[in-house]
């Protein structure tokens, strides 16, 4: 059937006594046709003598009817297809239909936020066939009718981000469509705008007027995101509380959200549907029950009695004033005193308790409720994360009876300890997935909000976070991928997905390694594994192919795609290039580099196009979304909050106009600090010479560097003259002291290891200067020890030992089994594929519902391995484990490993140490957070080590997860060589695979 | 009688058999003559049929005649006046004088290194009158030589520091002159060129060919040394030992050292005449007594063979190859051992045990010896100090009777921990004194050698030092002021001389608060006390007075001037902006102002002109001193050893094309680093106001400062309000953006205490800007403490606390008596002027004799002072004392003192840890120094702190030194407000004097 083309209208036909929300929604859909052909469809409303319900809300109604924004296709006189829809149980439109026959409504009758989609021939007199939406209520119609605007190519977030309807000149629909969608996963799903400045709130600032008491989020905002919501299928909203009150500000607001058919809550830190900033304006004196009851108590009444006409969701209990916790002094039964209070409240103003409650168990109040503070039965509660994406703790037991339920409270931007991150989005969806697939699985679905700080640049996380809580069976640990390539279709059509998923997934990944306002220039290691050019390699070669689909994309997506895949992209790279241009320049200087310098401009120029990039975007498509890229992110000074300004690192500067103490001339060597010739604290005193790390034949690159530079005023030859069998990329050049950027040269060392003598040796390799040295200087060497050794052939697979250490990505196990139990239920490894800080991804055991293990009833991670180096119990091998930064999530069952060399005694580590005893000091820590907590999130990973005697020879590493949550990335087995680094040693060589 | 004039040639008359060393000082004397009247002096030499010595070095006196440096006088044909010189009891000429009866030289017969001027008529035939010169010994004779070239105007310096020679157009003798100069206060006077690269040897690679082992220390080079040390009245020297070998580079050397007079020794750590690098290039094995005997033992004689010949000090003992102790294994009976065995090759070698040895006690030796190891009588003990001018130990009990006597090892030039200091001169006269007066009192009289680097530019502790050893009644505490200016007299005219002294003064106070090396960014304060500008402002008009001076001088002088005063004030004016300015930069940085930025520019610039200072000293006299001023000083990373390259610190740049978040207006204030409005952790959490020091009507300043800045992108206005009691010197304003070094001002605040009201409060002062203040902010305030305080009238006079602390110049004692004794020798207290750290001076406790003394026998300095605020056990004050760096130079004696404040019991602390007690380990730890040394020296003070409980009012702190060596600079009474400061506090007010 046709439904719509450039000549014809589609026809939307509704029941005037529907749900105003729905009508208004209809008229959404009609402007939606209007974006993809042309022609807006029409909208007819079936009238009737009397209404079935009183509808008092058309005074909103018709201000969203003024959006000027949303209305934009030309009107068309010839007709296309009729599109019927209506609620279910509310309108004669529908019931008459139903009670017709003519459709069967079986399939969502009763259900919450269900719809239906069937086409039906002969629906009424004049038509012929129409496509018949039914809602089981409000929302499930609102959704049926998002739902057509999606298939039809209208994003959700075609204003929001700006993304191009998919134009076409004609709609069809296929014969005989019957299509069920049942009931959300999750019941309530929303996000939460919060700390909502510079960037939402310099925006507001310029686009809206303010209200009375400053602040510009007023319903003429707001309708875009209660629109969003839908078109995303989130029914649950917190709004912006920092400098708003949202009752207040505008009265237009509240009766707006339920209008639209959005449920309102407020933020877990404000009770009763009250703004923080209300008791700031309007409150009477302290915050602080049992003290000033008087006011508050009235203050609270006040808020539900205002909330009563609407739907709510009633925020239970308190917390002090501006997000923070209680007075120390507090005790769990004055906690349960004002819940008790509140609940009397809620019965006098309700005239019953039927209305949502939630607590939210958030930093500090969890550690209450563990400690045995009673929650009514019908209170949802709502587990937080802690603002890092880990969820700190699931229903276990009976809870999982309670009839209030459990929901989660989630970030993906966040203000606080240890460090703000909310510059662009660093939330890799592998990791929503993992977590939020557990809290599914855990019975925790009755709420899911997101932190989403000012709502943009978290467009990607938003849509995956919300895609998830609607339909939780739809992703899997597999389907990431797939979601991502289909939402990246959605947004920029199906030519440029794959391309545009894989910027995405790697985009994700790179920045999920540690947020953004972390990264410094002390972080990914300058000397040691390429670390930092590796790292910076992949985000250039992110940033050229991010720039290089931007080429392939019409005119009219390069907004969305610049603010949701490019900037970040551009942005990313440009950052990292930054911090680790300014590691270089230390690093440079310290060696008397003449190239510091222009490591130092680099620097600078970085800093000034990072402005650019912000410039960029605010100035895009005439400045719609200025000042939203206002966050700073550069100059963060070992404090939590965003530097007021931005600001370099320490640049340090060469003094190119003299010559080096020890000549023009210097040489490093990877690894080290130190230059040769001359003095420095990095090798021994005067000593000419400097020490590569030792090189195998089983080296993961190969290769070994060293460096020569310039560090004088005069230009110089170099000569390196080694033993026959050690290569040299380059063994003779010359170097001039200018330009500083090109005064400098890699020169790569192998092994020609046919003629390299067997056993282990020292070769010298001597680098000549046609220069002199300096006054007390002579000519360097450098020393490259060597292990000529090779494994035996019995060792059939299996990582082998490289420079005294052995690094392994999980995924990369010899061998597994499933544990004890059979079929889906018995445990066994899954992998995460793209997931956390390895290329190969991690793995994870499953089922979320497997009961605690032991080595024997657990399944095995088993890697072969071959060492050269003897350890000793006096000389130990160090085991470290990178594990994902999950927390114990059931308090009695923390996450927990054991592991075993060979057929040794399993050594069992519980490595996240909160709950790993019932000290009560514990939880009652400032943090409420576990020891450690902060290196791991900003690691993104815990790293959990142990001593082991690992003779030289084959061997086997078992590894055995023994609590679902457990997330294996990495193992790392330092045979006394492990170097410093941020990721721990690249993947050792294996063989036999 | 005239001597001399531009038409008349003064007349030398010498013996031909004297010593070959006073014939070549005469030919200088005769030369000297032509550089102050333009007319050589001529030289006679008196003939003989029978030489009464035997004469060997004549191929070595004709070297020193081709030097083409000292002869540029013209010839004439006129006859000046007669000048008879020669050795008493050498030459007839001189012993027929005596004979004659014509001079009475019964003062200086027999005596070491004495002479006499006298006036006689008619000495010999043909010659009315003369000015005979007579020395008691060859140095006697040669002193007597260039003494008459001083006084004629050359100075020392004239080659090595190109001192202009003060010419004349007649030189006169007084009638009747009969001068008698005696035996030097220290028999052995001499220096040491030691870590002499750069600057050193990199002059002499291009000034001299290099000898037969690369080193081009040849004769033609220690010709100007031992000339210098002479003209110096100095005797002994360690030649160059880093890359050079004295005797084998140029075989002429060691019979040049000994013909001009020169007693030759080897450093501490090159015994028996053989420099390190001959065992280097010569020797087999490894240097390792009991292991290697058979190669060492003929090594040592070879030595001893060769030194034979010449005037010696024999260096005993060996310590670790390259300056280094001895393996930690040896035993005090090994060293016993040998040195018995060289003492039997000095037996063998010279039939006797006469010659002079020396055992130098340097760092770990010095250990041993306090362990008990037996030393030979007859050897001289050479007591060493810490490498920082602080003299480790002297002679206590019956080790003043030894034969060998003791000497000093000092340094104003070092290499080493915890810090290199050898750029630019940094050592204060006054402490050379004190530490010196010290030593010669306690009977260090046979040898005092200054380590000086590579000569240059120590040139005036070098002749500080030797005119002390040479004189050392001639200097007192409160003439070492007349000493400076009488020197500056001699090199740049009485004229320039106060000034100039002035000026040396000034500059060696500064240079001595910190050695340049150890000085960085992080050291005075930018926040406290105004600390950081107030020493840039000394610096700077010191430079300015130091360039001022300049003007004023001959184009001939100003060479000298420049290389000895000017380069040394302008650079080290410039090194401390460097630093103060990077100190600014990073703090503004830290709080966003556009000034950061121009601060960086400025630190960049002052990193240039400190090359240009090079590059002027390096180019001076068409590069006469090439490659002197190469020493690299800026860029030491926390490492003793100097960076082979210089490089800046860490310079930091704002985004000043972004606005900061909380608007274009910062302000910040005094002693804090947070910014208002704004978030940052030094102040709360966005709070809008900062808190000023408290202020009181006994402030040392008088006021205190805010400073606002742009941190913007726009012009603003700002304006302040205040109460009517609280002055502001600039109530409002406009500030720009740019130029960044212009977009800043900063405001006084000072209280009108008339107007104030009684007793303790809060005066707020309210910053409003034309512009907003960002989306989260609003407008800032500043808090201002008041104590409107005032002491009774019955305190007459003492210091008054204000900021919660009391601040006392050690010389403003309120009253002072002395101890029990008489006469001089009863203990009292001198002040040093100028010495240490504060502007009065410290205050020393005297005689250096004086035994152990208790709060009973030792004379008091009593500190009247009065405070306001109250102290108690749990809150207590903090008494630290400033004390000069000093050690304990008697094991058994600890340097100590004893405070009381009121009549409260004394409290004795001894604040040097070594021989606290007599545990060994503590002289055998790795620096054999005491506990906290690395920061005594580096701060050049002991800082010794106690807790006392002071309540308010009225008190005086009494201080007893209880040993001679206690130097008290200043004393701080914290209250509570000491606020971090590399100096402490400046001082508080006294009121009443």
Redesign the interface.
């Known amino acids: 059937m046709l439904l719509a083309s450039k000549s014809a209208a589609a026809q939307l036909m509704l029941d005037e006594f529907d749900w105003p929300g729905v009508l208004r929604a209809a008229d959404d859909l009609a402007a939606d046709f209007g974006r993809v052909t042309g022609v807006n469809g029409t909208v007819t409303l079936a009238k009737h003598t009397k209404p079935p319900v009183t509808l008092n809300a058309s005074v909103i109604y018709n201000l969203t009817h003024s959006n000027t924004f949303a209305r934009s296709g030309a009107k068309s006189t010839g007709k296309g297809g009729v599109i019927i829809a209506g609620t279910l149980g509310r309108v004669p439109l529908i019931d008459d239909l139903v009670k017709s026959k003519k459709i069967d409504v079986s399939e969502i009758s009763g259900k919450w936020e269900a719809y239906m989609w069937q086409t039906v021939e002969k629906p009424m007199p004049g038509v012929d066939e129409a496509l018949v939406l039914i809602g089981s209520d409000k929302r499930g119609t609102i959704y049926s009718l998002y739902d057509v605007s999606e298939q039809i190519g209208v994003s959700p977030w075609y204003w929001f981000a700006d993304v191009p309807p998919r134009t076409k000149a004609a709609i069809y629909t296929q014969k005989n469509v019957r299509i069920i969608q049942g009931t959300p996963s999750v019941k309530y799903r929303g996000f939460f705008i919060n700390d909502e400045?510079?960037a939402l709130?310099?925006w507001m600032?310029v686009n809206y007027p303010k209200g009375p008491y400053g602040s510009a989020f007023i319903a003429d905002f707001y309708q875009h995101v209660f629109e969003l919501l839908l078109r995303l299928r989130a029914n649950y909203f917190w709004p912006a509380s920092?400098?708003s009150m949202f009752n207040v500000d505008d009265p237009r607001n509240q009766p707006l959200a339920d209008e639209y058919g959005i449920v309102m809550g407020t933020s877990h830190t404000e009770p009763f549907m009250r703004a923080t900033n209300e008791w700031t304006t309007f409150g009477h004196g302290p915050w602080q029950w049992n003290v000033n009851n008087e006011s508050i108590i009235p203050f609270l009444r006040y808020g539900v009695e205002r909330a009563k006409p609407y739907e709510s969701i009633i925020t239970m209990a308190m917390r002090g004033s501006g997000d923070t916790a209680l007075s120390s002094s507090i005790e769990t039964t004055e906690l349960e005193d004002i819940v008790d209070t509140q609940r009397e409240i809620l019965q006098q103003v309700y005239g019953n308790l039927s209305v949502p409650q939630m607590w939210c168990l958030y930093k500090e109040v969890q550690a209450y409720y563990n400690m045995g503070m009673k929650v009514a039965d019908d209170i949802t509660l709502l587990w937080a994360d802690d603002n890092w994406g880990n969820v700190r703790q699931l229903p276990v037991g009976n809870e999982t009876e309670r009839s209030g339920g459990a929901g989660v409270y989630f970030h993906v931007d966040y203000v606080g300890d240890p460090r703000n991150y909310k510059w662009i989005n660093t939330v890799q969806l592998e990791k929503i997935w993992e977590q939020m697939n557990f809290a599914y699985q855990r019975d925790a679905r009755d709420i899911w909000i997101v932190n989403v700080g000012d709502i943009k640049p978290e467009e990607i996380p938003i849509s995956f976070f919300l895609d998830l809580a609607y339909d939780a069976s739809s992703i899997s640990a597999n389907t990431v991928s797939a979601w991502t390539k289909q939402w990246s279709s959605q947004q920029w059509g199906p030519d440029a997905a794959d391309d545009v998923a894989d910027v995405i997934e790697r985009l994700t990944k790179l920045s999920n390694l540690r947020k953004f306002e972390q990264v410094d220039e002390n972080l990914y290691s300058v000397l040691n594994y390429n670390e930092a050019d590796d790292i910076l390699a992949q985000w250039q070669d992110l940033a050229a192919d991010a720039q290089k689909i931007n080429g392939t994309l019409p005119a009219s997506a390069t907004a969305s795609y610049f603010e949701m895949v490019l900037q970040p992209a551009l942005a990313g790279a440009n950052l990292y290039d930054l911090y680790i241009s300014t590691a270089k320049n230390?690093m440079y200087?310290?060696q008397?580099r003449n190239s510091?310098n222009s490591m130092a401009a680099r620097v600078?120029d970085d800093?000034?196009t990072?402005?650019q990039y912000?410039v960029d975007y605010n100035t895009l498509l005439n400045g719609k979304w200025n000042h939203m890229m206002?966050q700073?992110h550069?100059?963060y000074?070992?404090?939590w909050?965003?530097?007021?300004?931005?600001?370099?690192?320490?640049?340090?500067?060469?003094?190119t106009?003299?010559r080096?103490?020890?000549g023009d001339m210097?040489v490093s060597v990877e690894a080290s600090l130190g230059?040769v010739p001359?003095?420095?604290?990095y090798h021994p005193?005067s000593g000419e010479s400097l020490v590569l790390p030792p090189m195998s034949p089983y080296g993961a690159s190969g290769q070994r560097y060293i460096e020569i530079f310039n560090?004088g005023v005069n230009d110089f030859n170099w000569n390196i003259s080694t033993d026959p069998f050690v290569k040299v990329s380059k063994a003779a050049g010359s170097i001039s002291p200018k330009p500083e950027a090109d005064s400098q040269t890699r020169i790569y060392i192998t092994i020609d290891w046919d003629k390299c003598p067997p056993g282990s040796g020292m070769s010298v390799l001597n680098v000549s200067s046609s220069r002199d040295y300096?006054?007390?200087y002579s000519m360097p060497s450098v020393m490259i020890p060597y292990n000529h050794t090779s494994v035996p052939s019995s060792f059939k697979e299996g990582f082998v030992e490289d420079d005294a250490h052995i690094s392994m990505d999980a995924a990369h196990y010899t061998r597994t089994a499933k544990g004890s139990g059979s079929g889906s239920n018995a445990p066994h490894y899954i992998n995460l594929p793209n997931y956390g800080r390895t290329a190969s991804g991690a793995m994870a055991l499953m089922p979320v519902l497997a009961p605690s293990l032991s080595p024997r009833t657990a399944p095995a991670l088993e890697y072969d391995f071959y060492t050269f180096t003897n350890t000793s119990s006096t000389k130990p091998a160090n085991v470290t484990f990178y594990l994902s930064p999950s927390l114990n999530t059931s308090p009695k069952r923390p996450l927990k490993y054991a592991y075993a060399i060979d057929d040794g005694k399993p050594d069992t580590a519980a490595y996240v140490c909160d709950n790993c005893n019932d000290d009560k000091t514990a939880v009652e820590s400032s943090q409420y957070l576990p020891a450690g907590w902060e290196t791991a999130v900003g690691n993104n990973a815990w790293s959990s080590s142990t001593n082991a005697t690992i003779p030289a020879g084959q061997h086997t590493l078992k590894f055995w997860a023994l609590e679902p949550g457990v997330v294996l990335m990495k193992v790392v087995v330092d045979l006394g060589g492990v170097r410093p680094s941020y990721l721990g040693p690249p993947e050792s060589r294996i063989i036999g695979k």
């Open positions: 400045a510079p709130t310099g600032n920092w400098g230390q200087a310290i008397g510091a600078l800093f000034n990072d402005h912000t206002d700073t550069i100059g000074l070992g404090y909050q965003q530097p007021m300004r931005q600001s370099t690192p320490g640049l340090h500067y060469v003094q106009l003299e080096g103490l020890a210097g230059v001359g003095d420095d604290q005193n560090r300096g006054t007390q």
